[in-house]
């Protein structure tokens, strides 16, 4: 094997998301002589990005103070706010809409076209940035210390051969790793295990997020709208809810989120998303439009209490690699970017990840989390259990003096022989897409299929024997893009992993029961490509 290429930089970051971005542009601008590498596992930047989204803005007027006179493609300046309980052929409108949910001042964006917009103002600080150059492993120097990354192999057949094209990845090698991979990063999750990361904390939580972009028909769409609803079609044990944006040019965003702390195993996030289109109030939108767009990521939602420890010797984490988000507000973005630029004024003064978590614990990142630490687990009683803690939390601010525990996701799922069939209640479905592969047509996902499977599934018999069993093999329903499937064949039934289907949302490393699922990133470029999403 020849020697690999290296590269060096002081600084590279993992992920050109807005955490990344933010990081990149900060640490140019007060320290313009240090030379900062971003690498994104995506072909073009903003293509693996998804979110809602709406964001608050002041990190971004004080990131870029002249923003607004340019701002990104996609960007709407919020207007009405309203939250529904939604039957299954009506609803209510709360007289109120929760405070954490006023998005007076805020503005909707597609995160994907937002980030993609960053990227060409961090160059022209200097940052040098590189889709397509997927991180496949961390390097460690002598003592133990994370040293950088490796990039993938490109041109890798499945059984391992070098094909034609075959070029090997190169070796970025920096003083300071930060990694910005968003919710449930692969490298982040093996330096979270490697260091004990997480030792004194609760275990992370997820949710997934499956979204639509609409062009719909004229005199439907209102600007700056926002609608958020709960209820139907969950049932009442199971965290769901829904976000509906109207943004400009006759487009609508819409999407669906079911928390992955689900009980029962025949729950199927992507039908239920699937199912609320189909709910009048929604359907009366969309009829004549024309889908645009589709995808799916898991979202973050542990919360304070689920915070990992922040730095290890040679690297930090930032944004949803973190865990930042605050739930009740549906929003991210304003964490991940101030921790980004928090992050960089520290490696600007010190040049080193230590002090790096006490810096970020002390900060207003974290006072907010630990005013919304109880919302989420208290939605694991049940829906209506969760609205009343819901407004005891906003009404003290935060101030309980109690702390719920956070428990993995995929230890709250009920074998069949226990679990409870709640009634789905459900509706014909008329709206497109009318199954799961025609959403991944629309997320627009490319995979060589002659590659690696970047799915590791460590015990596959657990698969065909004991899973189907206890819980009749989950994964096929909870992927939003049907990779997993049970083949009955002479032989009898095997697992079968369509890994060109996925839209790398990671919702099987997550939810699996057995963790016998392991999602590592597959030849760099390859995957969705999102469009304003």
């Avoid at 590269?7 to 992920?15: Q, S």
């Avoid at 989204?53 to 996609?74: H, N």
Wanted: hydrophobic share 35%.
């Amino acid at each position: 094997m020849s020697e690999r290429d290296v590269m060096e930089y002081d600084v590279v970051t993992v992920g050109a998301g807005p955490a990344g971005l933010a990081f990149a542009i900060r640490l140019k601008q007060l320290k313009p002589e240090m030379s900062v590498c971003v690498i994104e596992k995506a072909s073009t930047i903003g293509a693996h990005i998804l979110s809602g989204a709406v964001i608050e803005p002041q990190p971004l007027d004080e990131l870029l103070p002249g923003w607004r006179d340019a701002p990104p493609p996609v960007c709407v300046p919020a207007g009405q706010d309203e939250f529904w309980i939604l039957s299954k052929t009506g609803g209510f409108k709360l007289p109120i809409v929760p405070p954490q949910m006023n998005n007076h001042g805020n503005f909707i964006v597609s995160l994907g076209a937002m980030c993609a917009w960053l990227a060409p103002q961090a160059e022209a600080l200097g940052v040098e940035i590189y889709p397509g150059f997927a991180a496949s492993e961390v390097l460690y120097n002598d003592h133990g210390d994370v040293a950088g990354v490796r990039i993938g192999d490109m041109g890798v057949a499945k059984d391992g051969s070098h094909k034609p094209a075959y070029t090997q990845g190169i070796d970025i090698m920096a003083k300071l790793t930060v990694l910005g991979e968003g919710a449930r990063g692969h490298l982040t999750k093996q330096l979270v295990d490697k260091y004990k990361l997480d030792q004194h904390s609760d275990p992370q939580s997820y949710s997934i997020g499956i979204k639509e972009l609409w062009q719909v028909k004229p005199g439907v769409c209102e600007p700056g709208k926002i609608v958020h609803t709960m209820g139907w079609p969950a049932d009442p044990k199971t965290y769901g809810g829904s976000f509906l944006y109207h943004l400009d040019k006759d487009r609508i965003a819409l999407g669906y989120v079911s928390g992955l702390d689900y009980k029962d195993p025949n729950y199927q996030p992507y039908e239920a998303f699937q199912q609320w289109k189909n709910h009048p109030s929604v359907k009366a939108l969309l009829e004549g439009g024309t889908i645009l767009s589709a995808g799916a990521r898991a979202i973050v939602t542990g919360g304070y209490q689920s915070l990992p420890k922040l730095e290890m010797p040679g690297a930090l984490l930032i944004g949803d690699a973190a865990g930042l988000l605050n739930v009740p507000k549906i929003k991210g973005t304003h964490q991940a970017m101030r921790s980004g630029m928090m992050a960089a004024e520290h490696v600007a003064q010190f040049g080193t990840s230590e002090g790096w978590d006490a810096q970020l614990r002390g900060s207003a990142v974290m006072r907010e989390l630990k005013k919304v630490r109880n919302f989420k687990p208290g939605f694991k009683k049940g829906r209506v259990f969760g609205l009343l803690n819901s407004g005891w939390e906003t009404v003290t601010m935060g101030l309980s003096p109690w702390t719920m525990a956070v428990t993995p996701d995929y230890s709250s799922l009920e074998k069949l022989d226990v679990a409870e069939k709640p009634k789905r209640d459900y509706v014909e479905r008329t709206l497109a897409p009318r199954d799961r592969l025609a959403g991944v047509y629309y997320a627009a996902t490319e995979h060589d299929e002659d590659q690696p499977i970047h799915l590791h599934v460590s015990d596959t018999d657990i698969c065909i024997t004991t899973c189907a069993t206890e819980y009749g093999n989950p994964c096929t329903r909870f992927c939003p893009a049907g990779v997993y499937e049970i083949v009955k064949d002479e032989a009898g039934p095997r697992l079968q992993i369509n890994a060109a289907n996925c839209v790398h949302c990671k919702t099987c490393d997550i939810k699996d029961p057995y963790q016998i699922i392991t999602w590592v990133t597959p030849e760099g470029g390859a995957g969705p490509n999102y469009q304003n999403l």
